[in-house]
Protein backbone atom coordinates (compact mmCIF):
# COMPACT_ATOMS: atom_id res chain seq x y z
CA UNK A 1 0.00 0.00 0.00
CA UNK A 2 1.41 3.78 -0.88
CA UNK A 3 1.50 5.98 1.31
CA UNK A 4 2.90 10.07 0.70
CA UNK A 5 3.98 11.87 3.39
CA UNK A 6 4.19 15.61 2.78
CA UNK A 7 6.88 18.20 4.67
CA UNK A 8 7.63 21.73 3.89
CA UNK A 9 5.01 24.12 3.93
CA UNK A 10 4.68 27.07 6.17
CA UNK A 11 4.40 30.89 6.11
CA UNK A 12 6.51 33.03 3.54
CA UNK A 13 6.72 36.48 2.59
CA UNK A 14 5.92 37.33 -0.55
CA UNK A 15 9.24 36.72 -3.10
CA UNK A 16 10.56 34.32 -0.61
CA UNK A 17 11.06 30.50 -1.95
CA UNK A 18 9.77 27.39 -0.11
CA UNK A 19 10.49 23.42 -0.87
CA UNK A 20 7.90 20.49 -0.49
CA UNK A 21 8.81 16.92 0.42
CA UNK A 22 6.49 14.38 -0.49
CA UNK A 23 8.05 10.59 0.87
CA UNK A 24 6.84 7.69 -0.27
CA UNK A 25 6.29 4.46 2.60
CA UNK A 26 5.07 1.35 2.35
CA UNK A 27 5.49 -1.03 -0.16
CA UNK A 28 3.08 -1.65 -3.27
CA UNK A 29 3.45 -1.71 -6.49
CA UNK A 30 5.99 0.83 -8.68
CA UNK A 31 4.76 4.26 -8.87
CA UNK A 32 5.04 5.75 -12.46
CA UNK A 33 3.72 9.05 -12.25
CA UNK A 34 3.54 11.80 -9.70
CA UNK A 35 2.14 15.02 -9.63
CA UNK A 36 1.73 18.36 -7.00
CA UNK A 37 -1.49 19.72 -6.72
CA UNK A 38 -2.98 23.01 -5.10
CA UNK A 39 -5.98 23.80 -3.97
CA UNK A 40 -7.70 27.11 -2.64
CA UNK A 41 -10.71 26.91 0.16
CA UNK A 42 -13.45 26.78 -2.19
CA UNK A 43 -11.79 26.67 -5.73
CA UNK A 44 -10.98 24.22 -7.86
CA UNK A 45 -8.06 22.31 -7.58
CA UNK A 46 -5.36 23.19 -9.86
CA UNK A 47 -2.18 21.19 -11.06
CA UNK A 48 0.91 22.52 -10.64
CA UNK A 49 3.54 19.85 -11.83
CA UNK A 50 4.06 16.26 -12.47
CA UNK A 51 6.30 13.49 -13.51
CA UNK A 52 7.23 10.40 -15.05
CA UNK A 53 9.69 8.11 -13.08
CA UNK A 54 10.34 6.05 -16.17
CA UNK A 55 12.88 9.19 -16.95
CA UNK A 56 11.91 11.66 -14.80
CA UNK A 57 10.18 13.85 -17.62
CA UNK A 58 8.48 16.46 -15.94
CA UNK A 59 5.96 18.96 -17.11
CA UNK A 60 4.48 22.27 -16.19
CA UNK A 61 1.72 24.43 -17.37
CA UNK A 62 3.15 28.05 -18.78
CA UNK A 63 1.59 29.32 -15.72
CA UNK A 64 3.49 27.48 -13.24
CA UNK A 65 6.67 26.15 -14.72
CA UNK A 66 8.36 29.58 -14.67
CA UNK A 67 8.49 29.78 -10.47
CA UNK A 68 7.77 26.01 -9.70
CA UNK A 69 10.07 23.29 -10.24
CA UNK A 70 8.89 19.47 -9.80
CA UNK A 71 12.08 17.19 -8.85
CA UNK A 72 12.49 13.45 -7.43
CA UNK A 73 15.12 11.67 -5.68
CA UNK A 74 14.43 7.82 -6.70
CA UNK A 75 16.88 6.74 -4.32
CA UNK A 76 15.02 8.34 -1.36
CA UNK A 77 11.46 8.13 -2.77
CA UNK A 78 11.00 11.61 -2.49
CA UNK A 79 9.21 13.84 -4.58
CA UNK A 80 10.21 17.95 -4.61
CA UNK A 81 8.61 21.26 -5.61
CA UNK A 82 10.58 24.28 -5.07
CA UNK A 83 8.83 26.98 -5.74
CA UNK A 84 10.52 30.60 -6.03
CA UNK A 85 9.13 34.16 -5.94
CA UNK A 86 6.74 33.24 -4.21
CA UNK A 87 2.83 35.56 -4.65
CA UNK A 88 -0.12 35.82 -2.01
CA UNK A 89 -2.08 34.32 -4.87
CA UNK A 90 0.13 31.36 -4.34
CA UNK A 91 -1.31 30.84 -0.96
CA UNK A 92 -2.71 27.47 -0.77
CA UNK A 93 -2.90 23.64 0.42
CA UNK A 94 -0.30 21.76 -1.67
CA UNK A 95 -1.17 18.14 -1.86
CA UNK A 96 1.41 15.34 -3.47
CA UNK A 97 -0.43 12.70 -5.37
CA UNK A 98 1.30 9.17 -7.64
CA UNK A 99 -0.47 6.55 -9.15
CA UNK A 100 0.82 2.89 -9.65
CA UNK A 101 -1.93 2.01 -13.05
CA UNK A 102 -0.34 0.33 -15.99
CA UNK A 103 -1.95 3.56 -17.79
CA UNK A 104 0.02 5.63 -15.66
CA UNK A 105 3.52 3.59 -17.16
CA UNK A 106 1.61 4.47 -20.52
CA UNK A 107 1.61 7.81 -20.71
CA UNK A 108 5.08 7.98 -20.94
CA UNK A 109 5.88 11.50 -20.07
CA UNK A 110 5.13 14.31 -17.74
CA UNK A 111 2.55 15.71 -19.79
CA UNK A 112 1.39 12.57 -19.49
CA UNK A 113 0.99 12.22 -16.33
CA UNK A 114 -0.25 15.62 -15.56
CA UNK A 115 -3.87 14.64 -17.24
CA UNK A 116 -4.30 11.34 -14.99
CA UNK A 117 -6.27 10.73 -12.24
CA UNK A 118 -4.52 9.89 -9.36
CA UNK A 119 -5.50 7.00 -6.51
CA UNK A 120 -2.39 7.97 -3.68
CA UNK A 121 -2.72 11.52 -2.00
CA UNK A 122 -0.70 12.87 0.60
CA UNK A 123 -2.17 14.80 3.86
CA UNK A 124 -1.66 18.29 1.92
CA UNK A 125 0.26 20.83 3.58
CA UNK A 126 -0.64 24.79 4.20
CA UNK A 127 1.27 27.91 2.48
CA UNK A 128 0.59 31.24 2.90
CA UNK A 129 2.41 33.82 1.24
CA UNK A 130 2.26 37.33 3.09
Known amino acids: HVQLVESGGGSVQAGGSLRFSCTVT????????MKWFRQVPGKQREGVAA????????YSPNSMKARFTISRDAAKKTLYLQMNNLKPEDTAIYYC????????????????????????WGQGTQVTVS
Open 51 to 58: IHTGQDNI
Open 97 to 120: AAETTLGALIVGSGMGCFGLQYTY
Open 26 to 33: GTGATIHC
